[in-house]
């Protein structure tokens, strides 16, 4: 009878497990003085679609991360408030809970804070202040309420904190695990990755140098490290200047004493946050989960087609001063470039979100 019922439930588990929605993903991190609860995860979903939270009414989070798009906008660079464009390419929000830092340059230490963000950026939600957001919310007909249910506050106590804690709620399940890939390294089906998908498997860890940076562990793959590099992507658009911003920087002078435009203060990436000379040019290594959903790629949107990103690899990036030592020409063959993207192709999560 004790066999029975183990066989029995031996056949359960390994069917779950092969349906396991987060194979491959490491454990996820809540921060206890935000718990996941279901009204607060659904209360998290509406303030996220709300365009109410804008200086004009068009804009929401989801303009630029559309769960029909892996919550990207599809976009080189998004189209916020009056048709404003930012200089950076919105990034999937889509297994950004697992993060150490969030924005392309790390400058929010946790999806509450970064939240707070986007709503005063002046080419996004382009609001001046929060003030507006709380007010629609406590004139709304069902917020206060759903506030009062998640958090046990009265209406004249719902600030800026609780919007965010909700929207992170929502964010934290935004997670895709379980691709071919996680089948076929974790699940240890051999059955699900194509011959070219698996020999772009062997270069993307040998040869390829990829997982150096979009690291791949024994037990997980976040296909990132939570580091910062210099690949040399959009640099030319500061190169010039360069010389000019390091003496300045020297001679103890500031960035904004330079002329520089929105866009060249973006390419400073890490530096921004860090102000150190060495960090400019530095951007956080993305996943690669999800990868085949969200072109176009890269901090600047300039990258088209997965095909197009293993040619930048191939040829060693594009040259500067800062550029990370671990991007070099890679020599690759043509059939090694279409075996890379077949196995980013099988990066893609089985789950689908809303
Ligand atoms: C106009 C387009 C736009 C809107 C609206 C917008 N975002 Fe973003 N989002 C971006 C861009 C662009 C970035 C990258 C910016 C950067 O790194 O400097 C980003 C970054 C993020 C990140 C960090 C991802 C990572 O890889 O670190 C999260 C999370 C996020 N947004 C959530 C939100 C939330 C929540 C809202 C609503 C409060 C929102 N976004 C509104 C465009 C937008
Ligand atoms: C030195 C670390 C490093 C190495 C090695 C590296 N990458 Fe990257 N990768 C990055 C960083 C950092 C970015 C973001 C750069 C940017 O936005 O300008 C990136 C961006 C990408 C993107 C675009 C992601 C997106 O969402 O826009 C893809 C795809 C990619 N890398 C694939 C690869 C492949 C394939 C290889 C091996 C041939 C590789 N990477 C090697 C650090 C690295």
């Known amino acids: 009878m004790q066999m029975f019922l183990i066989f029995i439930v031996g056949i359960a588990f390994s069917s779950l497990s092969s349906a396991n929605p987060t194979l491959g993903l490491p454990a996820l991190s809540v921060p206890e003085n935000n718990l996941q609860t279901p009204d607060k995860i659904e209360l998290g979903r509406l303030l996220f679609h709300d365009s109410r939270f804008s200086g004009d009414g068009s804009i929401s989070c989801a303009s630029c991360h559309h769960s029909d798009k892996a919550f990207t906008d599809a976009l080189n660079t998004p189209l916020g408030i009056n048709g404003q464009t930012g200089a950076r390419n919105a990034p999937t929000v889509i297994n950004a809970a697992f993060y150490k830092t969030l924005f392309l340059d790390g400058r929010a230490k946790s999806l509450e804070d970064q939240a707070l963000g986007p709503f005063l950026n002046p080419v996004e939600h382009g609001l001046s202040d929060y003030k507006k ?20 506050i009265a209406t004249d106590d719902i600030a800026i904190e609780h919007v965010v804690k909700a929207i992170a709620s929502f964010e934290r399940t935004l997670i895709s695990g379980n691709s071919l890939f996680d089948q076929y390294y974790f699940g240890r089906d051999h059955s699900k990755l194509s011959e070219s998908a698996a020999r772009g498997l062997r270069i993307f860890r040998r040869k390829g140098n990829c997982a150096n940076c979009h690291e791949i562990s024994w037990d997980n793959a976040l296909f990132m490290d939570n580091q910062f590099y210099n690949i040399g992507v959009g640099f030319k658009r500061i190169d010039k200047q360069l ?53 176009p790629y890269m901090h600047d949107g300039s990258v088209e087609s997965l095909e197009e990103v293993v040619d930048y690899y191939d ?19 043509d059939q090694e470039k279409i075996d890379l993207v077949e196995f980013m192709k099988a990066l893609t999560g089985s789950n689908k979100m809303k």
């Open 243 to 295: 010389s000019d911003i390091i003496s300045t920087l020297q001679t103890g002078g500031k960035i904004e004493d330079l002329d520089l435009s929105a866009e060249q203060i973006s390419e400073l990436g890490l530096f921004n946050v860090t102000g150190f000379i060495k960090d400019i040019g530095k951007f956080k290594t993305p996943t690669l989960r999800n990868i085949a959903l969200t072109a």
């Open 133 to 152: 957001i709380i007010n629609v919310i406590k004139s709304d007909s069902a917020y206060p309420e759903r506030f009062k249910q998640v958090f046990g």
């Open 315 to 333: 040829k060693g990036g594009d040259k500067n001063r800062f550029i990370d030592s671990a991007i070099f020409p890679l020599h690759f063959t």
